[in-house]
């Protein structure tokens, strides 16, 4: 056992002074510029606020935590860190010994004319032992390259799961404005159909006693038949999505949960201040992920590198042995074996070098990955800005033109009645009111989406 302690011992010094040949991991700069377009520079790079945070509307919190806890993707994600982190585990018990006990039994019978004293015989041998078995001493830090390749690995996965759940968050709120904008539309397609019913009737009572033309009436018909077209097609939308809320959720989604007003729900989302550095993208999980991949790839450069040189390994137990079951706890009957080897490559047909260039390769392969990802962000970001640079002045003209059509369909309807103009230039009004409150539905449906795109853009949503 003494040998075993020094054994150890020796083992344990050799591991601290052990080099390393993974390249020193310098982080590529950003292929991007420092400031978005149109968004004035700050001194430093703010934080999203938490989605609890951003999300004023207690509904939406509400679906979101229902989000979290039951949609299938976010749980294969988080299920893809417990695999990581496994695997993580059984690369990493690879710096230490496998140290196992053996107990055994060996029986041979030999006969006679090869029996030493001419008579055949049988001889029995028991043992218990405890030991390793080809342990590598990590001279050249292949192992612990190894080792770090997957930690990183395991690193990348819960970046993963982090931009998944900003993914979540995101395509949760967006579902939600989708299905409010959707029932404020069929509500206005439903009063807008009541509204032409009634101006159908009436023109169909001066139709029938002769105070208004054929074309008239038919007029008011085709508004009327579209209308109701409309509200039959708002009604099959607002179904498909309480359908995707409920899939993104991943549960049933509680009525008392739905959105009630669509007014509401715009204003319910925060807003986020524009002036930031393109900086803050590198707090984007997806970009974090993708740094995490590049330290993998560059740690198996280690690994590679050190396949060039001697990889040491050694055996070793202790134990007793008898040839009789009863004696191997008797005095004397201690056995110990210690069997280092050492494997030098001499000829491998260009393999290592092979295998060592294929590293590099896809260590640039994961620098590319990384510059792309970053140019993406910035892209989406830069969008976001650009849509949010104009939503403000394209909700106010939607406003006054709502304001001014509602005007102007009065006005038709008086003079109209006063017998000034005709009954088409009251059809028109009425067409021209109803598309721009549609029009105004999707402006301020756009946004809360462009808001809630910026959020993503930004890394928020993780917290």
Not at 192 to 219: H, I
Not at 350 to 378: C, D, H, M, P, W
Request: glycine letters at 6%; aromatic letters at 8%; proline letters at 4%.
């Amino acid at each position: 056992m003494t040998a075993l302690r020094t054994l150890a011992v020796a083992m344990a010094a050799t591991l601290l002074g052990a080099c390393s040949l993974i390249p020193a991991y310098e982080r590529p700069a950003a292929p991007v510029p420092a400031a978005f377009p149109d968004a004035p520079a700050t001194a430093g790079a703010p934080d999203a606020p938490a989605w609890r945070d951003y999300f004023a509307d207690g509904r939406l919190r509400e679906l979101v935590e229902l989000a979290l806890a039951n949609n299938r993707d976010l749980r294969v994600a988080a299920l893809n860190i417990e695999r990581a982190r496994a695997q993580y585990g059984i690369q990493r018990a690879d710096l230490f010994p496998s140290i196992s006990a053996n107990a055994g039994q060996t029986a041979q019978r030999l006969p006679a004319e090869l029996s030493r004293t001419g008579r055949a015989g049988t001889t029995r041998q028991y043992s218990a032992t405890v030991g390793f078995s080809a342990y590598e001493l990590d001279f050249f830090g292949r192992i612990r390259s190894l080792n770090e390749q997957a930690l990183e690995q395991f690193l990348a996965t819960e970046e993963a799961r982090r931009s998944a759940q900003i993914s979540l968050v995101a395509e949760v709120a967006d579902a939600w404005l989708r299905l409010a904008a959707d029932r404020e539309r069929q509500t206005l397609a439903i009063n807008t159909l009541a509204t032409r019913q009634k101006s159908y009737d009436l023109t169909k009572r001066s139709f029938d006693v002769g105070a208004t033309s054929a074309l008239d009436l038919r007029q008011a018909q085709t508004l009327l038949e579209g209308a109701r077209a409309d509200v039959a097609r708002y009604a099959s939308l607002v179904a498909q999505d309480q359908n995707a809320l409920a899939l993104v959720v991943g549960a049933p989604v509680p009525p008392s949960l739905m959105p009630q007003d669509f007014a509401e729900s715009i204003t319910a989302v925060a807003e986020l201040p524009a002036g930031v550095p393109s900086e803050v993208l590198t707090r984007r999980p997806d970009i974090l992920q993708a740094e995490r991949q590049l330290r993998a790839a560059n740690a198996s450069i280690g690994a590679a590198r050190a396949a060039f040189f001697p990889r040491i390994s050694l055996t070793a137990s202790a134990g007793t042995a008898s040839s009789k079951l009863d004696g191997l706890f008797e005095g004397g009957s201690g056995t110990w074996s210690f069997v280092p080897q050492i494997s030098l490559p001499i000829f491998e047909a260009g393999r290592l070098t092979a295998n060592l260039e294929a590293t590099k390769v896809q260590r640039e392969i994961a620098v590319a990955q990384y510059e792309k990802s970053i140019q993406s962000a910035f892209r989406e970001v830069a969008d976001a800005l650009a849509d949010r640079a104009t939503l403000a002045e394209q909700l106010d003209a939607r406003r006054k033109l709502v304001e001014a059509t509602g005007e102007s369909f009065k006005l038709s309807e008086a003079r109209y009645k006063a017998g000034v103009d005709s009954y088409f230039g009251l059809l028109d009004a009425q067409r021209s009111l109803y598309a721009a409150q549609l029009d105004l539905i999707a402006v301020r449906q756009s946004d809360g989406t462009n808001r809630i795109a910026l959020y993503k853009a930004l890394g928020g949503g993780w917290q």
